[in-house]
C-alpha cells in the first residue's frame, strides 16, 4: 500500500481509512480456485505466496471470482469504465506488469 495503491474497480486508494470503509483485504491474484483446477495443476507453495496477493475490496474480489485475470481483468475494466490506459495505471499501483496478467 505505500506505492499508492489503487482498487482494481473504484480507483479508490488504499490507505488507512479505506481499508476498512471498502472492506479491504489481501486476495490471489491468481484466484486459488483457478490455481487449483487440474488442466492449471499450479502448486500451492508457488499461487499461496506473496507474489500472488494483493488488496482488493471485497467487491472487486466478487467480480474477480475464480477466473484468471486474462478473463477477469476485461470485466473489472469494463465495470469501472476507464481507458486501458488508465487501468494499466492502476494495476501498477500493485507492483504488477499488465503484460503478464
Request: aromatic content about 10%; proline content about 4%.
Amino acid at each position: 500500500m505505500d506505492e499508492n495503491t489503487k482498487d482494481w474497480l473504484s480507483a479508490t486508494k488504499i490507505d488507512f481509512s479505506t481499508y476498512f470503509s471498502e472492506s479491504i483485504d489481501i486476495h490471489h491474484i491468481f484466484p486459488v480456485a483457478w490455481c487449483e483446477n487440474k488442466n492449471n495443476n499450479i502448486s500451492r507453495n508457488d499461487f499461496d505466496c506473496i507474489v500472488n496477493k494483493t488488496p482488493l475490496s471485497g467487491r472487486t474480489n466478487r467480480i474477480v471470482s475464480g477466473d484468471a485475470p486474462s478473463k477477469y481483468l476485461e470485466r473489472l475494466k469494463k465495470h469501472a469504465g476507464v481507458s486501458e490506459e488508465e487501468f494499466n495505471k492502476i494495476l501498477l499501483s500493485h507492483v504488477v506488469k499488465p503484460e503478464y496478467m
